[in-house]
């Protein structure tokens, strides 16, 4: 069989696992829980079908060349709205593994936001801007996703060490769709040090990169398809660290109550001076 053909078939396969995910997802109401993530997969549920359509006028020249730039311009779009969706979906795992300490979950949603900012800025400061007109597209594109890659990859890491203190199965949804966003990041970057040099859809690496996006989409459709374990609640002793860390963060998120002080206005220093005035008016009228 044709390289070429098995590819199709992978991506005809990647679509429909998509399309899979997507019903389970709504049908288990799943994006309440979760509404970012509903939109990034309601993004590639619409936008697959259309960008292998594309693709496949590209290679058949339909249009006069017209998919070329359709193609182009909608791939990439869809690439850079991913980048950001993915986002907010670390946030979201983010706040759903820390639900049972409401305190360090807020705190530790203000410093993931600035350490995504910062992986943002560092990515985007990497890229070389010597290219001009549409040869950037691709260049921030890369660079959003390299820093969207990297904090999936964080977030999977925090998890996998801190299951034991939050008490978190590896059946649970949000460790699932970490773990699978944490493994397409590392292909990422696999794929990422072949981009180099030119790259074909028939390229090996091209293989495994599609290999482990239907390994992810299919372990997706297993938890969705699986009943999830319900939370137990959190039993910690009372020295716990984590438990400590979000008395920190309660106290950090208290105002406190509020003391009016009143301006001396000098009312002090006149006080201490007739003071000291009669002091010494008493002290001579002894020695007299």
């Excluded at 807020?106 to 943002?120: E, H, M, N, Q, Y």
């Excluded at 985007?124 to 904090?151: C, K």
């Excluded at 030119?198 to 992810?216: A, C, G, H, N």
Aim: charged share 10%; glycine share 6%.
């Amino acid at each position: 069989m044709p390289l070429q053909t098995v590819m199709s078939l992978m991506s005809v396969a990647e679509f429909a696992l998509w399309a899979v995910f997507g019903i389970l997802f709504w049908k288990n109401k799943l994006h309440r829980r979760f509404p970012a993530m509903g939109a990034y997969l309601a993004l590639h549920v619409v936008s697959m079908p259309v960008l292998l359509f594309f693709l496949y006028g590209q290679s058949q020249h339909w249009f006069h060349g017209l998919c070329t730039r359709i193609y182009f311009y909608g791939f990439f779009g869809v690439y850079i709205a991913s980048a950001v969706l993915l986002f907010f979906v670390s946030m979201e795992i983010f706040r759903s593994v820390l639900s049972a300490f409401p305190a360090l979950m807020k705190f530790g949603i203000v410093i993931f936001r600035w350490a995504v900012l910062a992986s943002v800025l560092v990515s985007l400061s990497t890229i070389s801007y010597s290219h001009s007109g549409i040869l950037i597209i691709p260049s921030v594109a890369y660079g959003l996703m390299h820093s969207v890659s990297i904090v999936e990859l964080c977030l999977l890491g925090f998890l996998c060490l801190g299951m034991n203190a939050l008490s978190l199965s590896a059946r649970n949804l949000a460790f699932g769709l970490a773990l699978g966003f944490g493994m397409m990041s590392a292909s990422d970057f696999i794929l990422a040090s072949f981009w180099s040099r030119k790259t074909s859809m028939t390229d090996p690496v091209q293989f495994v990169y599609e290999s482990v996006i239907l390994f992810t989409l299919g372990m997706w459709v297993a938890y969705c398809a699986l009943p999830e374990p319900a939370r137990q609640p959190l039993m910690v002793p009372a020295n716990s660290i984590i438990l400590r860390w979000n008395e920190i963060a309660t106290a950090l998120g208290h105002t406190g109550t509020q003391v009016a002080v009143q301006p001396s206005g000098g009312f002090l220093l006149t006080e201490t001076e007739h003071a000291m005035e009669e002091a010494l008016t008493g002290d001579m009228k002894n020695r007299s």
